[in-house]
């Protein structure tokens, strides 16, 4: 499979995804149960991710998508992430936060720290996706779909240089 100047192999195939999807959501579900959470998936990678999720959610909650963007100047520590799109008040909250894919855990460390600021009842990270180096940002990753190795994927939400979001299936890159 090409996208643009690239080769893709076939990775996880989407009834794997499925399967994997629908078990998070019940774990989720259980969890959750009397809580009311709110989801806060993070565009554009998770956007696949979070409606299957959420379908598959059995218990009464509620949704805000939210971006990111970087703030103007840079710190000691690089790009520091703000977000944008957050419509509802989500303190005494209990929020779980979707991604598609945690890297360096760098931006979800950002986001992470900002809606703690919210002083939410509790937040939990969801990511479909989780390359090892994550566990240098000592992040806490509640619900992992799947760990992979450190090889840059597409598919299933994931992009390119802005394509292949649409793919059902995950691709790797070719070595
Ligand atoms: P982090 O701050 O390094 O964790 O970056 C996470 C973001 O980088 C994700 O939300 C993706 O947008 C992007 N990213 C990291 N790895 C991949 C990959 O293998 N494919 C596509 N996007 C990726
Ligand atoms: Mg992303």
């Keep these: 499979m090409r996208i643009k100047d690239k080769e893709f192999d076939l990775f996880i195939h989407e009834d794997a995804i499925g399967k994997r999807v629908k078990a998070l959501a ?10 009311d959470p709110v989801f806060v ?9 979070a409606s299957d999720l959420i379908k598959e959610v059995s218990i ?3 949704l805000s998508f939210v971006k990111t963007s970087s703030y ?18 989500l303190r005494s909250r209990h929020v779980v936060l ?19 600021g919210m002083k939410p009842a509790s937040v939990e990270i969801a990511s479909l996706l989780l390359k090892p180096e994550a566990v240098q940002k000592q ?5 992992v779909g799947f760990t ?9 939400g994931l992009d390119y240089d802005g394509f292949g979001r649409n793919l059902k299936d995950i691709y790797r ?3």
């Design 26 to 35: 019940g774990e989720i579900s259980t969890t959750y149960a009397g809580l």
């Design 41 to 49: 998936p993070i565009l554009n990678g998770a956007f696949l991710f």
């Design 60 to 62: 009464p909650c509620e």
């Design 72 to 89: 103007d100047g840079t710190t000691s520590t690089g790009e520091i992430k703000k977000l944008s799109g957050l419509n509802m008040d």
């Design 98 to 116: 979707i991604d598609d894919i945690i890297d360096t855990g760098l931006t979800m460390h950002s986001i992470f720290h900002e809606i703690m």
């Design 139 to 143: 992040l806490e990753v509640k619900y």
């Design 148 to 156: 992979i190795p450190n090889d840059f994927v597409v598919g299933y």
């Design 173 to 175: 890159i070719k070595s």
